[in-house]
């Protein structure tokens, strides 16, 4: 699956909004180092050898298909685990709001025809209001029934704070590594303690910052975490 421009250029002449989908590879090992430890959405699972569009690769896209217009008011992912400081990382240039989820998404995918009743009702939403009554529509009505391995998720994040929250989560990452070896025990108690997703390697940063916070007895530790919350 190939990045094309000119699908993003064409959404872009006549929408505001842009929703991506399919089924994401988790940090997927690739053969190489510049393959090795991206996220790959749009996997082609009938293609040999199987393609995919890695984060690097969305970015690309974006650029060349907006160009020199403005930035998407709104930019969803269909795909799952796409609610990630990695992913809202590389997409922060393009969109105002981005929408998706922690978790694995139904292939039922959003409550479009809930959510466009409601903008129809109330046309002056603005992009972030939109995507607060999709992010409700599709809780308050999942379309399928949640499991007790498995619940839904979903989440609107502004943008315009993202390079912040990248540079929080460095200072706590960097501050968490000079206290290891005092405060060991701590640091892999947090580990252990935090909420994760479906997927184990996921977990919550905010939760992570909080356990840190509360847990760790570094000042430097408490600063960074405080900094991330």
Known sequence: YHPDPRRVRAASASEPVRSLFRHPKVFAQG??????HLRFIGSDYGARPEDAMDMLELKM????GLGSRDRLDLLT?????MSQVEVAY???GYANIMMGSEEEMPF?????????????????LDPEGFAGQVAKGFLDHPPIRPTKKAGFTQSVLRLALVEDLARATAHLGQALAGA???????VHAI?????????YSFADLGDFAALA??????????????EVL
């Open 77 to 81: 992912f269909d795909a799952c685990h």
């Open 180 to 186: 290891i070896e005092e405060h060991a025990k701590e």
């Open 90 to 92: 590389q997409v922060r």
């Open 191 to 199: 580990v252990a303690g935090v909420q994760r997703y479906l997927t």
């Open 31 to 36: 053969t190489s180092d510049e393959s090795a």
């Open 213 to 226: 916070f509360a847990q760790v007895r570094s000042t430097a530790v408490k600063k960074s975490a405080q």
């Open 61 to 64: 896209a974006l650029s060349r």
């Open 108 to 124: 039922q995918s959003l409550p479009y025809a809930l959510v466009l009743k409601a903008l129809k009702k109330n046309p002056a």
